[in-house]
């Protein structure tokens, strides 16, 4: 159980173009999913936490026009990069809680999304 | 400001010895510790943690000590096993106004050689 899904897995873009990317958890549900970034050799950095039915709080130094997040449902959340250039390219990775456990910090991380823009 | 530290990018361990990986945090507000584990390419996957009350967990050949006076924590892996090489990131659970989060350290790569 306790399984976390993204997709794409990889993608390529131009620069200038948009891109979605979705977390899904497949066997739970999760009211709260969190959007990580992360550079060769570097952390996870935490970009921002998606809550679902309301607005996603972003990390200080996030640009919330530019990285638009999205979580529909108890199950489904998305991270859309806007006008995307070079910069932008890097590893995407969610994570999950399971609702309705005592918050230990455990989280669920779905396969990450490689996204390289050209 | 870097609030988990893993100051070893990489360690190497033979098969069967112990691996020692560290890690040091300067906030006294977290409230549980954690490790995960990651292989190239994929998300990482949780693998022990340890309450801020505690000083000691166990799971099978990994264990977790804490030393809350030196702001220092460190998993021991025995025996070692090549399948245990990858990356080992430390993270340390905050619970705040705004909502809980969890902080990562940098990870320390891990190399078991048979």
């Known amino acids: 159980g306790a399984v976390v899904s993204q997709h794409p897995s990889w993608v390529i873009c131009k620069s200038g173009t948009s891109v979605k990317i979705e977390c899904r958890s497949l066997?739970?549900?999760?009211?709260?999913m969190f959007w990580y970034r992360q550079f060769p050799k570097q952390s996870l950095m935490l970009m921002a936490t998606?809550?679902?039915?309301?607005?996603?709080?972003?990390e200080q130094g996030v640009e919330k026009d530019k990285f638009l997040i999205n979580h529909a449902s108890l199950t489904l959340s998305t991270l859309t990069v806007t006008s995307a250039h070079p910069e932008d390219s890097s590893f995407y990775i969610c994570s999950a809680r399971i609702q309705g456990r005592v918050d230990t910090g455990e989280l669920f991380f779905g396969e990450g999304s490689r996204l390289t823009v050209l | 400001d870097q609030q988990v530290k893993q100051n070893s990018p990489s360690l190497s361990v033979q098969e069967g010895r112990i691996s020692i990986l560290n890690c040091d945090y300067t906030n006294s507000m977290f409230d549980y510790f954690l490790w995960y584990k990651k292989y190239p390419a994929e998300g990482p996957t949780f693998l022990i943690s340890?309450?801020?009350?505690?000083d000691k967990n166990e799971d099978g050949r990994f264990t977790v000590f804490l030393n809350k006076s030196a702001k220092h924590l460190s998993l021991h892996i025995v025996p070692s096993q090549p399948g245990d090489s990858a990356v080992y990131f430390c993270?340390?659970?905050?619970?705040?106004?705004?909502?809980?989060?969890?902080?990562f350290g940098a990870g320390t790569i891990l190399r078991v050689k048979s």
């Open positions: 993270a340390a659970h905050a619970r705040l106004e705004y909502g809980n989060k969890l902080v």
């Open positions: 066997d739970f549900q999760a009211t709260t």
């Open positions: 340890i309450s801020s009350i505690k």
């Open positions: 998606s809550n679902e039915g309301s607005k996603a709080t972003y």
